[in-house]
């Protein structure tokens, strides 16, 4: 198996960054490992990344990281171009301030031997306007195999850092938003199956750990309306089953479906169905 040199890649110790792009039409044959860090942006086609730890497909705008003495190879190439940022986390002289407060910069500079299986994984699809703005930053980071001219160095630093901070807080709000529709997800089912009873909606937000301005904009984000109109709409759509197929009075289904007050059921049930309860009820019982 072959590991690639820092020595082949970095011609300046002083600043070990650099980039290459790199385009594949065919099969890996064999695994390699590198004596640095590889960011892989995928500019077009696809393929099937391998490792030991795991493989998973790549395309346009897919962005992973390659560890340190991890090998991999690529398989079912089809016209594959990347850009490939190689950088050295141990000696790369990179401000950090609060990057730590981001979990992919953290990932890009985990120690040696800290990295886990997840951190192999794919960890960001870029839209087409996100890939084009990192396809523009990478062009000011040097290919330091050759030559470059005096205030190269600092200029390729300046554009890995803000690539960084872009990925970074793409990512960020990529697991925030996944984060926020699982939550989401969780209090659909809990009214779903709490319908009937009296719901708290300051509670509901404090089991989920959020506050309840926080939880209604989050609901809303993903369900396209408050959590109060949500249960409102489970409870008439409850209430117009009730109506249809059984002959428990209007009164019993209203309590039966959270409502206490049975005119403001009969509000709620013409303001969603464009009907009255009784007329629903005649109009399915013929």
Same mark, same amino acid.
């Given at each position: 198996?072959?590991?690639?040199?820092?020595?082949?890649?970095?011609?300046?110790?002083?600043? =070990?960054?650099?980039?290459?792009?790199?385009? &594949?039409?065919?099969?890996?044959? $064999?695994?390699?490992?590198?004596?640095?860090?590889?960011?892989?942006?995928? $500019?077009?086609?696809?393929?099937?990344?391998?490792?030991?730890?795991?493989?998973?497909?790549? $395309?346009?705008?897919?962005?992973?990281?390659?560890?340190?003495?991890?090998?991999? +190879?690529?398989?079912?190439?089809?016209?594959?171009?990347?850009?490939?940022? #190689?950088?050295?986390?141990?000696? !790369?002289?990179?401000?950090?301030?609060?990057?730590?407060?981001?979990?992919?910069?953290?990932?890009?500079?985990?120690? +040696?031997?800290?990295?886990?299986?997840?951190?192999?994984? !794919? !960890? #960001?699809?870029?839209?087409?306007?996100? #890939?084009?703005?990192?396809?523009?930053?990478?062009?000011?980071?040097?290919? /330091?195999?050759?030559?470059?001219?005096?205030?190269?160095?600092?200029?390729?630093?300046?554009?890995?850092?803000?690539? #960084?901070?872009?990925?970074?807080?793409?990512?960020?709000?990529? /697991?925030?938003?996944?984060?926020?529709?699982?939550?989401?997800?969780?209090?659909?089912?809990?009214?779903?199956?709490?319908?009937?009873? =009296?719901?708290?909606?300051?509670?509901?937000?404090?089991?989920?750990?959020?506050? *309840?301005?926080?939880?209604? *904009?989050?609901?809303?984000?993903?369900?396209?309306?408050? =959590?109060?109109?949500?249960?409102?709409?489970?409870?008439?759509?409850?209430?117009?089953?009730?109506?249809?197929?059984?002959?428990?009075?209007? $009164?019993?289904?209203?309590?039966?479906?959270?409502?206490?007050?049975?005119?403001?059921?009969?509000? /709620?049930? *013409? +303001?969603?169905?464009?009907?009255?309860?009784?007329?629903?009820?005649?109009?399915? &019982?013929?």
């Amino acid at each position: 198996m072959n590991i690639l040199k820092i020595q082949d890649f970095f011609r300046n110790e002083v600043l =070990p960054l650099s980039v290459l792009e790199y385009s &594949q039409n065919n099969d890996d044959r $064999k695994q390699h490992a590198h004596e640095f860090c590889e960011l892989v942006i995928v $500019k077009s086609g696809s393929a099937l990344h391998f490792t030991d730890a795991c493989s998973f497909r790549v $395309k346009a705008g897919d962005v992973f990281i390659i560890p340190i003495g991890f090998y991999h +190879k690529y398989t079912e190439v089809d016209h594959l171009s990347m850009i490939n940022v #190689l950088y050295d986390p141990d000696s !790369l002289p990179l401000p950090v301030l609060d990057m730590n407060d981001f979990a992919f910069f953290n990932i890009m500079f985990r120690p +040696k031997g800290a990295f886990r299986e997840n951190d192999l994984q !794919l !960890l #960001l699809s870029l839209d087409d306007a996100q #890939l084009a703005e990192i396809i523009k930053l990478s062009g000011s980071i040097a290919d /330091q195999r050759f030559p470059h001219e005096p205030g190269t160095q600092f200029t390729s630093l300046a554009a890995f850092m803000r690539m #960084l901070s872009l990925l970074s807080g793409w990512h960020h709000r990529e /697991q925030h938003q996944h984060k926020y529709c699982y939550t989401a997800g969780k209090i659909m089912k809990y009214l779903n199956e709490h319908y009937s009873e =009296p719901v708290d909606m300051n509670r509901l937000a404090r089991l989920n750990s959020m506050s *309840r301005r926080s939880m209604f *904009r989050h609901f809303s984000n993903a369900a396209g309306c408050t =959590p109060g109109t949500y249960l409102c709409r489970i409870r008439i759509k409850n209430a117009a089953y009730m109506l249809a197929q059984t002959a428990v009075p209007l $009164k019993e289904i209203a309590e039966r479906c959270g409502f206490c007050d049975s005119n403001y059921f009969s509000k /709620q049930f *013409r +303001k969603i169905m464009h009907v009255s309860p009784l007329r629903y009820r005649r109009a399915r &019982q013929k």
